[in-house]
């Protein structure tokens, strides 16, 4: 039996808040990179996702610029980690990057999320084909 890979699925949409926490990449806590921690910690309190990406080019407090391209990564990138879910577990998790986070932004915000779910056969009705 195959699969028809473009089928839609279902939508699902639900407003969810959001945590935008920028840091640069050198930032620790505890010996551990302080990205890796926050979403150690987002996964331990049952969010249901968090995602680091490291930015090209920014500029914080300082307002230092570094030229984008090729450099050598020296601890000074920026690195925004996002996480998005529940708005109270979210709010419960907030204190807690609060508390890690000691030179960054943390930006809260509320957001529309609209999940794409594919549908998923039955095990047991295929079994039966």
Do not use: W
């Not at 935008?20 to 249901?48: C, H, K, N, V, W």
């Amino acid at each position: 039996m195959s699969r028809n890979r473009n089928r839609p699925g279902h939508t699902i949409r639900c407003t969810e808040l959001q945590l935008s926490i920028f840091m640069r990449a050198g930032d620790t806590f505890g010996g551990r990179p302080l990205y890796r921690e926050i979403i150690d910690r987002a996964r331990a309190a049952g969010l249901p996702g968090a995602t680091a990406v490291r930015g090209l080019q920014g500029f914080g407090a300082s307002a230092h610029l570094r030229a984008p391209g090729l450099v050598a990564r020296n601890g000074s990138e920026p690195v925004l980690v996002e996480i998005a879910g529940d708005p109270d577990r979210v709010r419960a998790f907030l204190s807690s990057a609060e508390q890690l986070v000691g030179s960054g932004i943390i930006a809260a915000k509320t957001v529309t999320v609209v999940r794409k779910v594919a549908d998923v056969p039955d095990a047991a009705a295929s079994a039966t084909t």
